[in-house]
């Protein structure tokens, strides 16, 4: 498949500037692969499509603030500093992205706060707009991360054009957040609430959690028509012996094995054992998934709706066919449901 296959006109008032007022009231897409039937419902009628030991794998991961704004010496021009991932704890090193990018060079100083009482060093170019930092602070290792959680802002993606807001910090955030250390929410997990869940676990549906910390590769545009020739970033995952024997024991009994996420899919698919059962795993994994390919684990998924010729749709279509997503996402622009990180879902049984 090419990556013109994937493309498709998507009006831009169905970006999602805000999320649903409540988080299992937003709109529900039904997929039905073996009817090749669609529905529509509300997030929380999702209940009605799930019996007891049914499974759900959910990603844990926790966003933190990665957004900071600092200003350059001398100059004092704005600075937007976007942390990508840790390198060096002792070293206080970091890969990040600079905005604007053209006017910061190995050797610069940027200072942020009020008080300046943080500063980081330029170190070393690594991608046109990235950069290796030197963070330099006066305190311990875990007065040094706070520092930047109270500097931090919510890092929404790009497209959301407004300013952070004080809720973005609970909303942009799953209900299950726990391991910190990605850039971007998993976001077919924002839907649940405490509420919803709680009913899924009295009707005896069972939960696994895995983490796999978004980066922002995830959403790095393909460039190329041959999508074998795509590279995605590589994205850090942990998949425990607990998770593993919830989802095992699911597979075993044929039970519905429920991927919140194409975060979870990549990440289950990254540890498939020779008997198409799950593995442990800990490390990272730059998998891209495109049809047509052949799923180990998961035989049911949640996830949004995605934009044109995203990594993220070509998984989806991977999993439900190419035809059937494309005639889905035909009637979600037509009945107006809301695309990408703060909008609706979809369920694929």
């Keep these: 498949m090419k990556l013109s296959h994937f493309n498709f006109n998507l009006p831009q008032e169905l970006l999602a500037e805000y999320p649903a007022e409540n988080r299992d009231e937003s709109r529900l897409m039904i997929l ?3 009817e090749q039937t669609i529905e529509h419902k509300e997030f929380k009628d999702l209940i ?8 759900m794998v959910v990603n844990n991961t926790k966003v933190f603030p990665a957004r900071l704004y600092g200003n350059k010496e001398k100059t004092g021009a704005r600075i937007e500093v976007f942390l990508l991932r840790e390198l060096n704890s002792e070293t206080r090193l970091w890969d990040v992205l600079v905005d604007p990018a053209r006017k910061i060079r190995i050797g610069n100083k940027l200072y942020f706060g009020d008080d300046e009482s943080l500063v980081a060093e330029v170190i070393d170019n690594t991608t046109s707009r990235g950069r290796t930092l030197r963070f330099l602070y006066d305190g311990s290792y875990d007065e040094f991360r706070q520092k930047l959680t109270d500097l931090g802002e919510t890092p929404l993606p790009k497209y959301i054009k407004r300013d952070t807001e004080p809720e973005d910090e609970e909303r942009y955030q799953t209900i ?9 929410a998993p976001t077919a997990g924002l839907h649940f609430s405490k509420h919803l869940m709680k009913r899924l676990e009295i009707k005896g549906v069972d939960f696994a959690e895995i983490t796999l910390h978004v980066g922002l590769g995830t959403f790095n545009p393909v460039e190329v028509e041959d999508l074998s020739k ?3 970033d590589s994205e850090e995952a942990y998949i425990t012996a607990h998770a593993t024997s919830v989802i ?7 039970k519905k094995i429920c991927a919140v996420g194409t975060t979870v899919m990549r990440a289950l698919e990254s540890a498939v054992s020779s008997e198409r059962t799950l593995n442990e795993f800990r490390g990272w994994t730059n998998k891209f998934i495109f049809p047509p390919y052949d799923f180990s ?5 949640i996830t949004n709706f995605h934009t044109p010729k995203s990594t993220l749709l070509m998984m989806v279509s991977a999993f439900a066919g190419h035809d059937f997503v494309k005639k889905a996402y035909e009637e979600a622009v037509k009945e107006k449901y809301k695309f990408y990180s703060y909008g609706d879902a979809m369920l694929i049984i």
């Excluded at 009605?48 to 499974?55: H, K, L």
């Excluded at 095992?248 to 044929?254: A, E, F």
């Design 32 to 34: 039905n692969r073996k």
């Design 48 to 55: 009605d499509y799930f019996e007891p030991n049914d499974v």
């Design 176 to 184: 299950y957040a726990k391991n910190e250390g990605a850039v971007a």
């Design 230 to 232: 795509h590279k995605m």
């Design 248 to 254: 095992n024991s699911g597979i075993d009994n044929k």
């Design 297 to 301: 684990i998961a035989n049911c998924m």
